[in-house]
Nanobody, 114 residues
Framework: QVQVTESGGGSVQAGGSLTLSCVAS????????MAWFRQTPEKEREFVAS????????YYRDSVKGRFAISRDNAKNTVYLQMNSLKPEDTAVYYC???????WGQGTQVTVSL
């Protein structure tokens, strides 16, 4: 069974940056499209960004366009989420999701303070 593990969360001030990493086990990572979601206690889990297995088809939710960047390194079985110009409303638990096999990570907390 494929395991998905996030890392890189933490606490930053508004305007700061963080990079999240997600490692998926298995030899078929290069065939998986991957995504990042986030969730707060007040909201349902929401889509943040996704990247196709080819690394070229990328989508973002409108509120993070121009600030976040998703990328992948298939040689390392890793997908990244570079988050810049962070805002307090970006505070959430961020989850990595392997779309093709419906596998979720355990989440990593991102907290942005004023």
């Amino acid at each position: 069974q494929v395991q998905v593990t996030e890392s890189g969360g933490g606490s930053v001030q508004a305007g700061g940056s963080l990079t999240l990493s997600c490692v998926a086990s298995g030899r078929l990572f290069n065939m998986y499209s991957m995504a990042w979601f986030r969730q707060t206690p007040e909201k349902e889990r929401e889509f943040v960004a996704s990247i196709h297995s080819n690394g070229e088809t990328i989508y973002y939710r409108d509120s993070v366009k121009g600030r976040f960047a998703i990328s992948r390194d298939n040689a390392k079985n890793t997908v990244y989420l570079q988050m810049n110009s962070l805002k307090p409303e970006d505070t959430a638990v961020y989850y990595c999701y392997s779309i093709d096999i419906s596998a979720w990570g355990q989440g990593t907390q991102v907290t942005v303070s004023l």
